[in-house]
Nanobody
């Protein structure tokens, strides 16, 4: 069983920064892709950024140049450094891991960006 626990959300002013962290427990391997999604009420969950086992990254166009994803395989952790935050980045952010043919999700952490 895989469990994901996020931390680091909160309230920040526009232009500010936050760093999200996610620690995975269970049978985790360094080749498991990990990443971050976000979801607003009534909308579909959307990809923010992901990192593959070999370190390749992919970002949503809306966050390119502002957000940076990284992982620490020794700690089974993935991070999302969010800079130059905008009010439209306000959302619930979910940690994600792909493994054993399934998607695993954290419970989510709320990020609120005030204008």
């Amino acid at each position: 069983q895989v469990q994901l626990v996020e931390s680091g959300g909160g309230l920040v002013q526009a232009g500010g920064s936050l760093r999200l962290s996610c620690v995975a427990s269970g049978s985790i391997f360094s080749f498991n892709p990990m990443g971050w999604y976000r979801q607003d009420p009534g909308k579909q969950r959307e990809l923010v950024a992901l990192v593959t086992g070999d370190g390749s990254t992919n970002y949503a166009d809306s966050v390119k140049g502002r957000f940076t994803i990284s992982r620490d395989n020794a700690k089974n952790a993935v991070y999302l450094q969010m800079n130059s935050l905008k009010p439209e980045d306000t959302s619930v952010y979910y940690c994600w891991l792909r493994g054993y043919g399934s998607n695993y999700w954290g419970k989510g952490t709320l990020v609120t960006v005030s204008s």
